[in-house]
């Protein structure tokens, strides 16, 4: 990461930046602003005769957009396919995106769950303690689709 919240830069509205004022008011790291490049994720609006790279302000959205939708799960086809259609929506039909969507909703409501599942564990954990036949956390990883529950026997740690 490029730095705490605290040492962001914030770019100036009107100015063209550098890529490490897009990698600072993004917070990520230069080599990551690179990748997104070279993944055609991101473009510099410009390049220096010397070969520096130029982005608008817009671009620290879009960088923070990426790392965000990755945090979450989306992988850079699906990405480069959401900016694809942020850039030019009238050049894709509902058709072309539906399928997509529908697949990654129920890919969501799965991570979801398992999260739920997860959450339940370690309240579990707080709420019980840490004296278990088997440890709820694993259980709830190990096993989607099973709530997490006390157990009968207080005979193992988790």
Sequence with gaps: MA???????????HEALTIGLLARSADVAVSTVRFYERQGLVEPDARSLAGYRSYSPEAVQRVRFIRR??????????????LRL???????????????????????DEKIGDLTRVRAALALLIETGPT????????????????ARPAASNTMSG
Excluded: M, N, W, Y
């Design 3 to 13: 730095g705490t919240p605290a040492q962001r830069v914030a770019a100036p509205a």
């Design 69 to 82: 939708a990755q945090r979450l799960g989306f992988t850079l086809r699906e990405v480069r396919d959401v």
């Design 86 to 108: 942020s850039d030019a929506p009238e050049l894709i039909t509902f058709d072309e995106v539906a399928e997509q969507v529908a697949g990654k909703l129920v890919e969501l």
């Design 132 to 147: 278990h036949p088997r440890c709820p956390v694993i259980d709830a990883v190990a096993r989607p689709g099973e709530e």
